[in-house]
């Protein structure tokens, strides 16, 4: 059983940046492609970010392509999405997730198998 645990949310203005991270327990991280989603108010979570198992791809949603970057740390068994010219569109909460697969890492949020609590991420104009 992994366990995963965000970290990093916060306030911050338009514009600003923030950098939000995920440790994981419980399980061989390296054998686990991670990803990010989020979650805004009345609104279905969507995908975010992808990593594989070695960092060499990585994947995003075209609405933070260029903006955000997703990368790991297997030695500190920790995902890393750093934030940058935020939007107030880019409030939400930020969930990590894991899925046992050391292919492509998926899009869906069905494919993965674990999740953290999630931290708020919140954009003020």
């Known amino acids: 059983q992994v366990q995963l645990v965000e970290s990093g949310g916060g306030l911050v203005q338009a514009g600003g940046s923030l950098r939000v991270s995920c440790v994981a327990s419980?399980?061989?991280?390296?054998?686990?492609?991670m990803g990010w989603f989020r979650q805004a108010p009345g609104k279905e979570r969507e995908f975010v970010a992808a990593i594989n198992w070695s960092g060499g791809r990585l994947y995003y949603a075209d609405s933070v392509k260029g903006r955000f970057t997703i990368s790991r740390d297997n030695a500190k068994n920790t995902v890393f999405l750093q934030m940058n010219s935020l939007l107030p569109e880019d409030t939400a909460v930020y969930y990590c997730?894991?899925?046992?697969?050391?292919?492509?890492?998926?899009?869906?949020?069905?494919?993965?198998?674990?999740w953290g609590q999630g931290t708020q991420v919140t954009v003020s104009s």
């Open positions: 997730a894991a899925d046992r697969n050391t292919g492509p890492p998926p899009h869906n949020d069905y494919d993965y198998d674990y």
């Open positions: 419980g399980g061989t991280f390296s054998f686990y492609a």
